[in-house]
């Protein structure tokens, strides 16, 4: 999507503010003893309460509102009767729409008392999107976005998820530009225009580069060599004055 109008412009920022207060609202409720269904059912509750529905639940029929993944999952993760300990780490992903517009959001938190090194990787990879996202311009390359963060994983001895990319987004989930790169990759030619609506989302491991569906688990990611990763995305709109990031609490 290409925004053109001022309207567009405000429905992303508003179905982004919406998905950025599910996962806020989510990671405050997360907590050792609480099930990742009854995390999801807050999620899906705050967005039907701000008359969104859940992106996934609508397009793929994915099992869940939201995906949670938990320790040794990388990304779309069923709510379920998993039980949340203490030193899990614990992706929130939600995306949803509203009015025709859609947004993605998601971070990963790790529940108390955790290591340094899970603390460190929860840091890491917040700055790792940050990275990206500091890279975004009109007329830039969609290549210096997975430049940048190749550069601070390897700088920093951690890996990337090298199959699982940012993609545009807007007037649908999934739409072009499609597998957006967040790992260098030297056959990324394309170009970024004013107004492209995109996602900035790094899977930053502990040494894990790719993920795969395990045999009789559909939808549930993991990371082959098996390692904990982290996932921090942020939906955004190119503009000439910088990056407009659609998916901040409040609209910060």
């Known amino acids: 999507m290409i925004v053109t109008t001022e309207e567009e412009l405000q429905a992303l920022k508003e179905i982004g503010r919406i998905c950025a207060g599910a996962v806020d609202i989510m990671s405050k409720a997360l907590e050792p003893g609480i099930t990742t269904l009854e995390l999801d059912n807050i999620g899906r509750r705050f967005l039907e309460d701000n008359g969104a529905q859940s992106a996934p639940e ?20 069923i709510p379920g009767d998993r039980v949340i300990a203490a030193g899990d780490l614990v992706n929130i992903d939600v995306s949803a729409e509203k009015n025709g ?7 990963s938190f790790a529940v108390p008392p955790v290591t340094a090194k ?15 996202i500091n890279q975004v311009k009109p007329g830039g390359d969609f290549a210096d976005i997975g430049n940048a963060i190749g550069d601070f994983a390897r700088k920093n001895r951690y890996s990337l998820i090298r199959n699982l990319a940012s993609h545009g987004i807007g007037r649908s989930l999934h739409e072009e530009p499609a597998e957006l790169s967040t790992w260098p990759d030297p056959s990324e030619r394309r170009r970024i225009a004013e107004g492209h609506v995109f996602t ?7 040494g894990g580069e790719f993920a795969e569906e395990e045999e009789d ?8 060599p098996k390692a904990l990763t982290v996932q921090f995305e942020h939906t955004l709109v190119a503009t000439r004055n910088g990056p407009v990031i659609l998916t901040l609490p409040g609209g910060e």
Not at 101 to 107: L, N, P, Y
Not at 118 to 132: Q, V
Not at 217 to 224: A, E, N, T
């Open 101 to 107: 517009f859609f947004s993605d959001t998601g971070a």
């Open 200 to 206: 900035v989302e790094p899977f930053l491991s502990l």
């Open 217 to 224: 688990r559909d939808w549930v990611l993991y990371s082959i």
């Open 58 to 77: 609508v397009t793929y029929r994915f099992p869940g509102a939201t995906c949670i993944s938990v320790n040794e999952e990388v990304a779309h993760g």
């Open 118 to 132: 899970i603390k460190r990787l929860c840091r890491d990879g917040k700055r790792a999107m940050w990275t990206g």
